[in-house]
């Protein structure tokens, strides 16, 4: 969990920096040539401790990014993950994103050719703002950074894009997916979904050093099973459950099965506390909400403060890798269940497929709506605490092998992959029980 911000102002870099520094604790470093500024607020986590930017002096080539490459090494040896972006944009050329594997935003300039590189990956779980005023260009991570610069109006990057600007008129002159899915669905077992499912726990959990990961365990579907596989693969972290509106029979059949766990029994106090300490250090995301009447204030998520008070425990015991569920319920179900939408949230599919899936692809909570609006809530609350979320369910090869499952598995039940994960493990879940989370439904004291 880094932090980007480049710009051609003349700025107090330091005060479009105030949120941008909560995600990079580890080191600030600034670089200034042909008259850009490029900072990158660093968190390491990944090889030797290794700030940006990266600069290729020879070939006047500048590159920041934020986020993980986790097949860094496929591009050759280097001593920590982005050491790769240069040489595989000079081998590959500009679409050379599409190559990567891993959870990223990169800005990266050319000066030679003059030209401007922003990619974000298959679902932007790494937010990359872009702001212009004439001549003057910013790009930071967080919307903040850019109004710290003094820019009035500026635009989130869609996910699974690839844009290259002309740095002389700042006009957009290449544009690409990140990814392109085959949308065939040609699967008649789950058993490529789950090596993809095993791979994707596995490499996130191995890039990460020592005692550092960590995860929030309810009730629920997507949640339990990242908990399931990363006890199978042996893997040491901790998982934080906030009673809250738990099934608390479940979720100690659960935390039986697993070696770290702790419960916490929120009080009304520390609930209000941490809801304040986001209010004034959280930086803030509006998005009109999926139903496209409300407006969504991070905010006032009672889920971002449970997320807040698990980072809160974690870091404290020096955790800084949170594994998250995001992208379940957009992927396997839309929010939905036997074609109906789940507490009132709009659903295109209502969690049914149809046999032709070209016919809904991308759907609204894919790449954007729900899947937007609650990325932009963990990235924003496990940023302002130093730490690092990973997204197993929105790793592409496995988005692509649920893809692929014909409509008879995905349709045989509610998020079928995954219950048909637990029965093979025998692990306790609740039959087609969706719960939202609500971490102020039975505060003490």
């Not at 903040?144 to 700042?170: C, Q, T």
Request: net charge positive.
């Amino acid at each position: 969990m880094c932090s980007i911000l480049v710009t051609n102002l003349v700025k107090d870099l330091f005060k479009a920096n105030r949120f941008l520094k909560n995600r990079g604790p580890d080191a600030t470093n600034i670089l200034q040539l042909n008259g850009y500024s490029f900072l990158h607020n660093l968190l390491s986590l990944t090889g030797s401790f290794a700030p940006q930017p990266y600069v290729d002096m020879e070939n006047q080539i500048v590159c920041l990014f934020n986020g993980e490459i986790y097949n860094y090494n496929e591009f050759g040896a280097f001593p920590s993950d982005g050491g790769c972006l240069i040489p595989a944009y000079l081998k590959h050329g500009e679409n050379f994103p599409q190559r990567l594997d891993g959870e990223f935003a990169i800005v990266l300039l050319d000066f030679k050719k003059n030209r401007m590189l922003l990619a974000t990956d298959t679902f932007a779980t790494k937010p990359l703002w872009v702001a212009t005023c004439g001549r003057g260009l910013g790009v930071a991570t967080y919307e903040s950074g850019l109004k710290g610069l003094g820019f009035s109006r500026s635009e989130k990057l869609p996910a699974n894009r690839i844009f290259v600007y002309d740095l002389g008129n700042l006009k957009k002159i290449h544009e690409a997916d990140t990814t392109v899915f085959e949308l065939e669905q040609d699967r008649e077992d789950f058993e490529g979904w789950f090596s993809a499912f095993r791979e994707a726990i596995r490499k996130r959990a191995c890039h990460s050093q020592g005692k550092s990961l960590f995860m929030g365990l309810s009730c629920g579907y997507d949640s339990g099973a990242i908990a399931c596989e990363l006890a199978a693969q042996k893997m040491d972290f901790k998982a934080y459950t906030v009673s809250a509106s738990e099934d608390l029979s479940l979720i100690e059949k659960r935390h039986k099965l697993l070696k770290n766990t702790e419960i916490i029994r929120l009080s009304k106090s520390e609930y209000e506390a941490v809801k304040k300490e986001l209010q004034k250090g959280c930086e803030q995301f509006w998005q009109l909400k999926p139903d496209g009447k409300q407006l969504y204030n991070m905010l006032r998520d009672q889920a971002a403060v449970g997320l807040a008070v698990v980072c809160k425990r974690a870091t404290g015991e020096g955790r800084r890798i949170y594994f998250s569920g995001q992208g379940a319920d957009e992927i396997m179900s839309d929010y939905g269940m036997n074609g109906q939408g789940m507490y009132g949230k709009p659903s295109q599919l209502g969690g049914i497929f149809p046999e032709d899936l070209r016919s809904v692809f991308p759907w609204k909570n894919f790449f954007d709506g729900a899947q937007r609006m609650f990325l932009a809530k963990e990235e924003h609350v496990v940023g302002t605490y130093g730490v690092e979320a990973r997204y197993p369910y929105l790793d592409k090869r496995l988005v692509q092998e649920f893809l692929r499952l014909s409509p008879k598995l995905k349709n045989a039940h509610y998020k079928a992959p995954l219950r048909e994960y637990f029965v093979r493990n025998n692990y306790p879940f609740a039959e087609g029980v969706k719960m939202g989370f609500f971490a102020a439904h039975g505060l003490t004291g």
